[in-house]
């Protein structure tokens, strides 16, 4: 394992029940440090820009609906291995498949509107962290 880099997404449904200090609370639990955040309410043709690899799929229109009916809450979480951490932390795509303990688990309402996102590899997280931060607004330790 190496020390990664991965956007972490705090979806609308869960911001809205008042959930980002649970969701960061278990990626800090877990040893991965939050060096960037803020929160951001998509527009629909960003939501489109932002899952765009899912263009073709059926829940398309209505996962872009979704992720910019809202505020998100946008962070990246650095650490061992945080990209393969932060989605065991999350748990399987449907909260009804997801693992007991996860965030999905506990949190998640359905198979669209399942709290969280994460990077699913290396260049998806690269491309996800420079879809919403500058390099300056990423914390470098200074030591
Ligand atoms: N999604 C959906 N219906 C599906 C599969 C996925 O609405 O049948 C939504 C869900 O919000 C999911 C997102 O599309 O988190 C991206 O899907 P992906 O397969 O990349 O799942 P993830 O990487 O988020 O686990
Ligand atoms: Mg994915």
Redesign the pocket.
Known sequence: MSLERTLSIV?PDAVGRGLIGEVLKRFESAGLKIVAAKLVHLTPERARAF?A??KQ?P?FA??CD?MSSGPIFVSVLEGEGSIARN?EI?G???PAKAAPGTIRKDWGKD????AV??S?GPDTAATEIAFFFRPDEIFRPSH
């Open positions: 979806k899952y690899v899912h799929r829940f209505s996962l979704y989605r999350m399987a795509t449907d198979v669209e509107q399942n996102h994460g699913d």
